[in-house]
Every structure is written in C-alpha cells, then in structure tokens.
C-alpha cells in the first residue's frame, strides 16, 4: 500500500557477514556482584529455543542462515520475526544461580537492532517465577553498529531447576555469548520468592464487524489516487461496480463494499506541494471522491436504499526522520532532518502533519458531499519502527490530531511487522493484519493465511484479503485465500475485512468476461454469501 512497493518479506540484506568486529560488549543493569566462587553451569544444562508468537515457516527459513552457537561468541544465531523467543536451559538437578548473560548485535544498516529488553526467570517445582527485565541501555535509534551485554547477576544466588531468557523480536534480533554462572553446591534463595510469572491464553477474537471500534466498517476496499495516470483516476463509472454488484449486462443487484479507504498513490511525494496537488486531485469535481459521491447516489436509485451514505476513510501521512525540505507551513520552512533544538525532527514533522490534517478536513468539509461518510483517518505506514528517531512521538501525535477531529485513527500493518501485537497501546482505535499470502506466487504456503488469521483472532485485529492479479494462477491463490479465511473462522461476516487489489484490478475484472471476471465474482459472493440476485 504504502508507495505501492509493500515489504511483504523483510529479510537482513543479502551477503550479511556475521563475524563483524565490533565494540566491546556493555554491561547493564545488574544486581550485585557475586562474592563467592562461583563455576560455569552452561554446559550442565539442556537448552532449548521456543517461539512465543506465531510461528512462520517463511521467517523460520530466513533464521537458517543464521544458526551460530547461542553459547559461542565467533558467529551469531539470528531469529526473525514471529514474537519473543524463550531460550530455556534445564537442570538435571537445582542449581545455585548468581549470573545469567547474553550477547546482542545492533547493525542499522542491515535492519538488526538490540531487543528492548531481555527477562530472566527461573524455574522450580514446576512453576515460573521471574527477576524482572533489563532493558536496553543504548537507544534502538542509535546508528551505529555495536553489541550489548544483558545480564542479571545476585551474590546470594537463586536456587532454580531451570532458567529462561524471554526476548521480543520485532523484525530481527542476533544473540550470542549466553553463559550462565552458580554452584552445584551452594544453596540460595528459592525461586519461589520472586515474582511469580502470570501466563493469559485469553483471546481477543477478531473484529467483528458489529465492534463499536469497527465504525460500521465490513467491507473496505482500499483505492490509491493522485498519480500514475489514469491508474490512480477513478470516475463515477469506475465506482459504481465497487460500490453494487453488477451483473454481466450491467444491472446492479446486491451491495458490494460499504467502505472506501483513500490512499495516496506512491508517486505523491510527502512535501507541501506533492500533499496539495494530491488534495486538489482527491477532491476535484467529477473524479475520486465527487465520483464516489456520484456512484453511491446512482446505486441507491438502483439498490432502493434511500438515504444510505457510502463509508470514507482518509489517510493521513507518515513523515519520516531524515526528510528533509517539506516545504514552507504559515512563513516557515520545515525541514525533517532534525536540529540542535529539535533533533529528532518531531516538532518539524508535527506542524506538517497539523498542517495537511487542516486542510484535509477543511476541504472535507466544504465538499458536503450528501453520499458520503467519513468515519476515520488512516495512518499511512505499514509498521511500526521503535528503532526510528521519534517514532513513538509521531504515532501518539497522530492518535491526538485523530481525536481532536472526533475521528478514530485505523492502521493496516504487514505480516510480521514491527507493533503488530501492540496496536491497541500505540493508540490505534482498530487495525487489519495484511496476510501477504497471495503475493507469494508459486511459493505461497496457506500456513500463511491459518497464521495471519490466529494473529488476527488473538490480538482482536480485522484481516486484510489480497488479490495479486486476474489470471488463473493468481485466481487459485485468491480462491485458496478465501478458502482458507471461512475455514478458520473469519469469512463472510465474521470479521472486517479490508481489501488491496493492486491497481484497479477488481475494476478491470468487473470490466471483463470470461475467467478474467472471476475475481470480482468471487468477491461479491464472498461478501454476499454467495446469493448475488436482485432482492425481490
């Protein structure tokens, strides 16, 4: 969606070398310093690697290149995506603990990045208890490549039969050097006195298209203008197929997307006058949202649904750090690169999302379109990057502007991107998980959709169906796709849905005959389980 180029495979770069000569491990956060002789009590141990999310099997092949020792220091081992991982190391018998450690690698360049925070626990009788988390002591932002020493260590000791490091995985971590240090003799205090670790299997369920968060939203079809020609040109004729079903002689007969997200198409540059033609160009008479505006009153003369209003949701952008020359905002000029007095570039990013959200709902408003609806605000970038300058900063900027305008702010994030569990504490009012299933081609494994959809199931998200393209293999894909989503759980009516067709292509399947016009019947009997008849 985003600039129409979507990161479905988030990889480290090809020809990344692993046995990079870096600073010096830091040390941090620990708790005392044993007194005591203490012996290495790694290699008395089994250890054992464990996703704690939802597991990939295209993410788990990308880890394959990386499978250095967790307990070497001459290469690391790589895990990807797919939440936290548990490195548990058990005990024959229970051991005096005053020492556990593990090495971390930051390279920006090659997208790999400190956790957040490294747990450690420790195990006895069966139950879990933990010491708490370190977290990192150097900025995610930082541009530099460097490791980090995460340890925990207490003179008295912790009498465990086991012990685990939980670590977050965004989109890569890279871990070596994990040791662990104590006696097999030596008696500390129980396990059982620290923090007890508390375990939920408590699922949101998908959202449902009834939620107070959904905002009436079932189906949402996502539509990209202000570029590429007539590509991102929509008229009237072009919306009508999209908003009722019609038949092969042109008859509408059924409702077909009751939303429409507009999205800039990924030639609109994020500067003043990239973001004013896209405007001028979003609500100019007679295209994009006039013509839906249009479509809408001619399918509800055909439909016989008086007074019904077509569902909008608007995007507003993401402006990245490092951009600079935005362009001048009331006499002054913004620039993203970041100053002594603004370093990170948040206040210059600020007044240009202020500015645009501005002029977005004034042109709304003076439109006064009497087909439409506008229910949200969109935020036009498919992940979240806790490792940009800022990030967290423009997210929570964007939410308050959202809610100053009375209007909820929606996301849409690729599979296996950075915030994806977190939506809700980003401040999103409701998120749609791409699969990026289809994208795949021949490679596409329908694990995939069966993944997308637990996600979407445990962290209460909507999920996103993706058409790649008309032909038949593409077609088997989509076909698959749908398949796979009623079979667990989340086909018609029984969770939002937003829809990414590329470029007009369920346009131009509606547009066609024979198997070229399968897409768009698929669609419409998916949305209108399967009955596509004019009401009697």
């Known amino acids: 969606m985003k600039k129409i180029l979507r990161p479905w495979a988030i990889g480290v770069a090809c020809g990344l070398s692993l046995g990079l000569a870096v600073a010096a491990p830091v040390a941090i956060a620990d708790t005392g310093q044993?007194?005591?002789?203490?012996?290495?009590?790694?290699s008395l141990g089994t250890l054992a690697v464990a996703v704690q999310g939802q597991a990939?099997?295209?993410?788990?092949?990308?880890?394959?290149?990386?499978?250095?020792?967790l307990t070497g220091t001459s290469a690391w081992r790589g895990f990807s995506h797919q939440g936290s991982r548990t490195i548990t190391v058990t005990f024959p018998k229970a051991v005096d603990v005053t020492g556990?450690?593990?090495?971390a690698l930051q390279n920006p360049s090659l997208g790999v990045y400190f956790p957040k925070y490294v747990e450690f626990d420790f195990e006895q009788n069966g139950k879990w208890y933990t010491a708490g988390a370190r977290s990192s002591a150097i900025p995610l932002s930082e541009q530099k490549t460097m490791t980090q020493t995460f340890s925990w260590n207490n003179a008295e000791g912790v009498e465990a039969t086991a012990v685990r490091f939980t670590i977050p995985v965004d989109v890569w971590v890279f871990v070596n050097g994990l040791d662990i240090q104590g006696s097999t003799t030596a008696k500390g205090v129980n396990a059982n006195s620290l923090t007890p670790v508390t375990t939920t299997t408590t699922k949101s369920g998908p959202l449902s298209p009834s939620a107070p968060?959904?905002?009436?939203?079932?189906?949402?079809?996502?539509v990209e203008t202000g570029a590429n020609g007539n590509s991102g040109l929509w008229s009237e004729s072009d919306f009508e197929p999209m908003v009722a079903y019609e038949d092969e002689s042109?008859?509408?007969?059924?409702?077909?997307f009751d939303t429409i997200l507009f999205l800039p198409y990924g030639a609109v540059k994020d500067t003043v006058s990239g973001l004013t033609n896209y405007l001028n160009d979003l609500f100019k008479s007679g295209q994009q949202l006039s013509a839906l505006n249009q479509a809408v009153a001619a399918s509800n003369t055909a439909l016989n649904r008086p007074g019904y209003k077509e569902k909008v949701v608007l995007s507003i952008p993401y402006f990245a750090y490092g951009n600079s020359d935005f362009g001048t905002v009331n006499g002054t000029d913004i620039n993203f690169a970041g100053s002594s007095s603004d370093p990170n570039g948040v206040q210059a990013r600020e007044a240009a999302e202020q500015w645009y959200l501005n002029q977005l709902i004034s042109r709304w408003q003076s439109a006064n379109f009497s087909n439409l609806q506008l229910v949200g605000l969109y935020w036009d970038e498919e992940q979240y990057r806790e490792t940009m300058p800022g990030e967290e900063q423009m997210v929570q900027f964007a939410v308050d502007e959202a809610k100053s305008v009375n209007l909820p702010l929606f996301w849409i994030p690729y599979y296996g991107a950075g915030g994806v569990w977190d939506w809700k504490q980003l401040g999103f009012t409701a998120a749609w998980i791409q699969p990026n299933y289809v994208e795949q081609g021949e490679n596409a494994n329908l694990q995939r959709m069966t993944s997308a959809a637990n996600t979407a199931i445990s962290a209460g998200l909507g999920i996103e169906i993706e058409l790649a393209g008309i032909d038949s293999a593409s077609q088997q894909l989509y076909d698959n796709s749908l398949a796979q989503l009623s079979a667990d759980g989340l086909g018609e009516n029984q969770v939002?849905?937003?829809?990414?067709?590329?470029?007009?292509?369920?346009?131009?399947?509606a547009e066609s005959t024979g198997s070229e016009r399968i897409a768009y019947n698929t669609t419409a009997s998916f949305i209108n389980g399967g009955n596509l008849n004019a009401a009697q």
Do not use: C, R, W
């Open 213 to 222: 968060n959904d905002y009436g939203i079932n189906n949402m079809l996502l």
């Open 100 to 103: 556990m450690k593990i090495n």
């Open 34 to 42: 044993a007194t005591t002789t203490v012996s290495d009590l790694t």
């Open 56 to 69: 990939d099997s295209t993410f788990q092949q990308q880890e394959q290149q990386y499978q250095g020792s």
């Open 250 to 256: 042109g008859k509408m007969t059924k409702p077909l």
């Open 496 to 509: 939002s849905h937003a829809y990414y067709d590329g470029s007009k292509l369920l346009l131009t399947s």
